[in-house]
Protein backbone atom coordinates (compact mmCIF):
# COMPACT_ATOMS: atom_id res chain seq x y z
CA UNK A 1 0.00 0.00 0.00
CA UNK A 2 1.05 3.94 -0.78
CA UNK A 3 1.63 5.65 2.13
CA UNK A 4 2.33 9.88 1.57
CA UNK A 5 4.04 11.38 4.61
CA UNK A 6 4.25 15.23 5.23
CA UNK A 7 6.59 15.98 7.87
CA UNK A 8 5.65 19.33 8.98
CA UNK A 9 2.34 19.62 10.60
CA UNK A 10 2.39 23.62 10.54
CA UNK A 11 4.88 26.33 9.05
CA UNK A 12 4.47 30.24 8.74
CA UNK A 13 5.86 32.27 6.21
CA UNK A 14 6.38 36.41 6.17
CA UNK A 15 4.21 38.05 3.19
CA UNK A 16 5.76 38.21 0.16
CA UNK A 17 8.46 35.58 1.19
CA UNK A 18 8.39 31.68 -0.19
CA UNK A 19 7.90 29.28 0.94
CA UNK A 20 8.23 25.49 0.80
CA UNK A 21 6.07 22.25 1.91
CA UNK A 22 7.94 18.68 2.32
CA UNK A 23 5.68 15.80 1.35
CA UNK A 24 7.33 11.82 0.67
CA UNK A 25 5.96 9.33 -0.30
CA UNK A 26 6.12 5.47 -0.55
CA UNK A 27 5.06 3.32 -3.59
CA UNK A 28 6.50 0.05 -5.76
CA UNK A 29 4.24 1.71 -8.29
CA UNK A 30 6.50 3.58 -11.67
CA UNK A 31 3.06 5.56 -12.72
CA UNK A 32 1.28 7.81 -10.91
CA UNK A 33 0.36 11.08 -10.21
CA UNK A 34 1.13 13.53 -7.19
CA UNK A 35 -1.10 16.50 -6.00
CA UNK A 36 -1.42 19.03 -3.84
CA UNK A 37 -5.00 20.50 -2.22
CA UNK A 38 -5.44 23.16 -0.23
CA UNK A 39 -7.77 23.35 2.28
CA UNK A 40 -8.81 27.27 3.60
CA UNK A 41 -10.86 27.60 6.88
CA UNK A 42 -13.84 27.29 4.52
CA UNK A 43 -12.62 23.49 4.36
CA UNK A 44 -13.03 23.02 0.69
CA UNK A 45 -10.76 21.16 -0.51
CA UNK A 46 -8.77 23.13 -3.84
CA UNK A 47 -6.50 21.57 -5.93
CA UNK A 48 -3.16 23.60 -6.23
CA UNK A 49 -1.12 21.15 -8.67
CA UNK A 50 -0.65 17.88 -10.33
CA UNK A 51 2.38 16.35 -11.32
CA UNK A 52 2.57 13.47 -13.63
CA UNK A 53 5.18 11.04 -12.37
CA UNK A 54 6.39 9.95 -16.06
CA UNK A 55 7.28 13.61 -16.63
CA UNK A 56 10.16 15.04 -15.93
CA UNK A 57 9.46 18.53 -15.80
CA UNK A 58 7.91 20.37 -12.35
CA UNK A 59 4.95 21.28 -12.71
CA UNK A 60 3.80 24.93 -11.99
CA UNK A 61 0.73 27.01 -11.66
CA UNK A 62 1.07 30.35 -11.20
CA UNK A 63 2.66 31.18 -8.00
CA UNK A 64 3.05 27.21 -7.06
CA UNK A 65 5.58 25.25 -8.25
CA UNK A 66 6.64 21.56 -6.94
CA UNK A 67 10.11 20.15 -6.42
CA UNK A 68 9.60 16.47 -7.79
CA UNK A 69 12.36 14.26 -7.43
CA UNK A 70 11.23 10.38 -8.70
CA UNK A 71 14.26 8.49 -6.97
CA UNK A 72 13.76 10.07 -3.52
CA UNK A 73 9.76 10.14 -3.28
CA UNK A 74 9.92 13.68 -2.55
CA UNK A 75 7.46 16.30 -4.12
CA UNK A 76 7.81 19.36 -2.21
CA UNK A 77 5.40 22.46 -3.33
CA UNK A 78 7.05 25.93 -3.45
CA UNK A 79 5.03 29.36 -2.73
CA UNK A 80 6.32 32.15 -3.67
CA UNK A 81 5.29 35.66 -3.33
CA UNK A 82 3.18 34.46 -0.34
CA UNK A 83 0.12 36.04 0.08
CA UNK A 84 -2.45 36.14 2.85
CA UNK A 85 -4.74 34.38 1.19
CA UNK A 86 -2.27 31.35 0.85
CA UNK A 87 -3.02 30.48 4.99
CA UNK A 88 -4.71 27.13 4.76
CA UNK A 89 -3.84 23.38 5.64
CA UNK A 90 -1.92 21.84 2.48
CA UNK A 91 -2.38 18.26 1.59
CA UNK A 92 -0.45 16.08 -0.78
CA UNK A 93 -2.17 13.44 -2.05
CA UNK A 94 -1.13 10.31 -4.77
CA UNK A 95 -3.25 8.36 -7.05
CA UNK A 96 -2.06 5.39 -8.71
CA UNK A 97 -2.53 4.95 -12.48
CA UNK A 98 -3.18 1.28 -12.80
CA UNK A 99 -6.82 1.61 -12.92
CA UNK A 100 -7.89 3.13 -9.38
CA UNK A 101 -8.65 6.94 -8.82
CA UNK A 102 -8.63 6.75 -5.17
CA UNK A 103 -6.90 9.30 -3.36
CA UNK A 104 -3.89 8.67 -0.49
CA UNK A 105 -3.49 11.75 1.48
CA UNK A 106 -0.65 13.40 3.53
CA UNK A 107 -1.43 14.48 7.64
CA UNK A 108 -1.65 17.91 6.09
CA UNK A 109 0.80 21.39 6.63
CA UNK A 110 -1.00 24.33 8.47
CA UNK A 111 0.62 27.27 6.71
CA UNK A 112 0.03 30.69 8.67
CA UNK A 113 1.35 34.19 6.83
CA UNK A 114 2.70 36.45 9.00
CA UNK A 115 1.25 40.31 7.53
CA UNK B 1 -22.60 23.86 -13.01
CA UNK B 2 -22.78 22.84 -9.76
CA UNK B 3 -20.23 20.77 -9.17
CA UNK B 4 -20.46 18.33 -6.48
CA UNK B 5 -23.06 19.15 -3.42
CA UNK B 6 -23.22 17.58 -0.18
CA UNK B 7 -26.18 17.47 2.17
CA UNK B 8 -26.75 18.05 4.98
CA UNK B 9 -23.85 20.51 6.09
CA UNK B 10 -23.91 19.68 9.49
CA UNK B 11 -25.72 17.19 11.32
CA UNK B 12 -26.22 15.88 15.17
CA UNK B 13 -26.49 12.44 16.07
CA UNK B 14 -27.77 10.18 18.75
CA UNK B 15 -25.80 7.06 18.82
CA UNK B 16 -27.47 4.38 17.31
CA UNK B 17 -29.43 6.36 15.04
CA UNK B 18 -29.17 5.68 11.24
CA UNK B 19 -28.93 8.82 8.33
CA UNK B 20 -28.00 9.43 5.03
CA UNK B 21 -25.29 11.93 3.84
CA UNK B 22 -26.61 12.93 0.15
CA UNK B 23 -23.38 13.36 -2.63
CA UNK B 24 -24.71 14.90 -6.30
CA UNK B 25 -22.32 16.14 -9.01
CA UNK B 26 -23.21 17.05 -12.65
CA UNK B 27 -20.41 16.82 -13.79
CA UNK B 28 -20.97 13.38 -15.45
CA UNK B 29 -18.01 11.91 -13.55
CA UNK B 30 -18.02 7.82 -13.26
CA UNK B 31 -15.75 8.12 -10.36
CA UNK B 32 -17.27 9.09 -6.78
CA UNK B 33 -15.91 8.68 -3.44
CA UNK B 34 -16.16 9.71 0.20
CA UNK B 35 -13.69 10.70 2.61
CA UNK B 36 -13.44 11.11 6.29
CA UNK B 37 -11.43 14.36 7.94
CA UNK B 38 -10.15 13.58 11.50
CA UNK B 39 -7.94 15.82 13.26
CA UNK B 40 -4.23 15.14 12.42
CA UNK B 41 -5.03 12.18 9.84
CA UNK B 42 -5.46 14.17 6.99
CA UNK B 43 -8.75 12.30 4.52
CA UNK B 44 -9.38 8.87 4.58
CA UNK B 45 -10.98 6.52 1.58
CA UNK B 46 -14.45 5.17 3.23
CA UNK B 47 -16.16 3.78 0.33
CA UNK B 48 -16.00 4.34 -3.44
CA UNK B 49 -17.67 4.12 -7.03
CA UNK B 50 -16.12 3.47 -10.90
CA UNK B 51 -19.57 3.58 -12.28
CA UNK B 52 -23.18 3.30 -11.52
CA UNK B 53 -24.21 -0.25 -9.85
CA UNK B 54 -20.28 -0.54 -8.92
CA UNK B 55 -18.92 0.07 -5.30
CA UNK B 56 -16.05 -0.77 -3.26
CA UNK B 57 -14.68 -0.50 0.00
CA UNK B 58 -12.34 1.82 0.87
CA UNK B 59 -9.38 2.28 3.89
CA UNK B 60 -11.85 2.93 6.72
CA UNK B 61 -15.27 1.44 5.63
CA UNK B 62 -16.93 -0.24 8.99
CA UNK B 63 -19.89 1.15 10.09
CA UNK B 64 -21.01 2.79 6.53
CA UNK B 65 -23.12 1.45 3.45
CA UNK B 66 -22.98 2.97 -0.20
CA UNK B 67 -25.09 2.03 -3.14
CA UNK B 68 -24.35 3.65 -6.80
CA UNK B 69 -28.07 3.69 -8.24
CA UNK B 70 -27.29 6.93 -11.17
CA UNK B 71 -24.22 8.25 -12.35
CA UNK B 72 -25.08 11.51 -10.64
CA UNK B 73 -25.70 10.05 -6.91
CA UNK B 74 -23.42 8.66 -4.30
CA UNK B 75 -24.75 8.43 -1.05
CA UNK B 76 -23.46 7.24 2.57
CA UNK B 77 -25.53 5.84 5.00
CA UNK B 78 -24.69 5.26 8.76
CA UNK B 79 -26.54 2.01 10.27
CA UNK B 80 -26.33 2.53 13.79
CA UNK B 81 -23.84 6.19 14.25
CA UNK B 82 -21.44 5.65 16.99
CA UNK B 83 -19.33 8.24 18.47
CA UNK B 84 -16.24 7.53 16.70
CA UNK B 85 -18.09 8.61 13.46
CA UNK B 86 -17.64 12.47 14.73
CA UNK B 87 -15.74 13.84 11.44
CA UNK B 88 -16.42 16.11 8.53
CA UNK B 89 -16.81 13.76 5.64
CA UNK B 90 -16.09 14.73 2.14
CA UNK B 91 -17.49 13.33 -1.10
CA UNK B 92 -15.33 13.54 -4.19
CA UNK B 93 -15.50 12.75 -7.98
CA UNK B 94 -13.87 12.69 -10.93
CA UNK B 95 -13.23 11.46 -14.46
CA UNK B 96 -10.31 9.54 -16.07
CA UNK B 97 -7.50 8.48 -13.65
CA UNK B 98 -4.97 11.59 -13.23
CA UNK B 99 -7.76 14.25 -13.71
CA UNK B 100 -8.78 16.42 -11.22
CA UNK B 101 -11.12 15.07 -7.94
CA UNK B 102 -13.53 17.80 -7.37
CA UNK B 103 -14.93 17.79 -3.75
CA UNK B 104 -17.96 18.54 -2.23
CA UNK B 105 -18.26 21.42 0.58
CA UNK B 106 -18.79 18.33 3.07
CA UNK B 107 -20.85 17.37 5.91
CA UNK B 108 -20.30 17.92 9.85
CA UNK B 109 -21.17 14.83 11.34
CA UNK B 110 -21.82 15.35 15.27
CA UNK B 111 -22.39 12.42 17.10
CA UNK B 112 -23.59 12.71 20.53
Known amino acids: AQTVTQSQPEMSVQEAETVTLSCTYDTSESDYYLFWYKQPPSRQMILVIR??????QNATENRFSVNFQKAAKSFSLKISDSQLGDAAMYFCAYQSNFGNEKLTFGTGTRLTIIP | NAGVTQTPKFQVLKTGQSMTLQCAQDMNHEYMSWYRQDPGMGLRLIHYSVGAGITDQGEVPNGYNVSRSTTEDFPLRLLSAAPSQTSVYFC???????????FGPGTRLLVL
Open chain 2, 92 to 102: ASSGLTGETQY
Open chain 1, 51 to 56: QEAYKQ
